[in-house]
């Protein structure tokens, strides 16, 4: 449970996108996220995804806003499991 | 396989250094990482592994090295599998 994935096109250069939602989450989310992990991928794909469920995705949306990401992450993931 | 971790302590604000780490690895490793995971943890730990096997830790290893990681993660990665 509160698993994070970035997929991100390596090729068309969206690292720096997928590192900026990966630091929002895990600073935002800081306790509750449990692992984020980042998947090189292609063909222009940015998808987000928690526990396999897909809350942002660059095919079908085509504003990228990070602050909404990490609102739709925070929706789904189970309250603070981990005590800061 | 080619599935990297960076467990770091989170109350200890070693999420920037688990940044940097992966920054560096996602972009020299470039078409070799299958996945790179970020996972908070407590207690000090800095900690990378290749597909479970230690790379690098804290705990037994003061000097903190960007290039040394990259390098130790580099020799265990299979060849690359992706075209770029």
């Known amino acids: 449970m509160n698993e994070v994935e970035i997929e991100y096109c390596e090729p ?3 690292l720096p996108a997928a590192e900026k ?13 449990h692992g984020l992990r980042f998947t090189p ?7 987000v995804d928690v526990d396999g469920e897909t809350v ?3 095919a079908s949306e085509e504003d990228f806003d990070v ?9 789904r993931l ?3 499991t981990i005590q800061l």
């Open 12 to 14: 068309c250069g969206l």
């Open 21 to 33: 939602t990966g630091h929002a989450l895990l600073t935002t989310h800081a306790g509750r996220i």
């Open 41 to 47: 991928g292609h063909g222009g794909v940015f998808r």
């Open 56 to 58: 942002f995705d660059k």
């Open 67 to 75: 602050d909404v990401i990490v609102a739709r992450v925070g929706a």
């Open 78 to 80: 189970t309250p603070p």
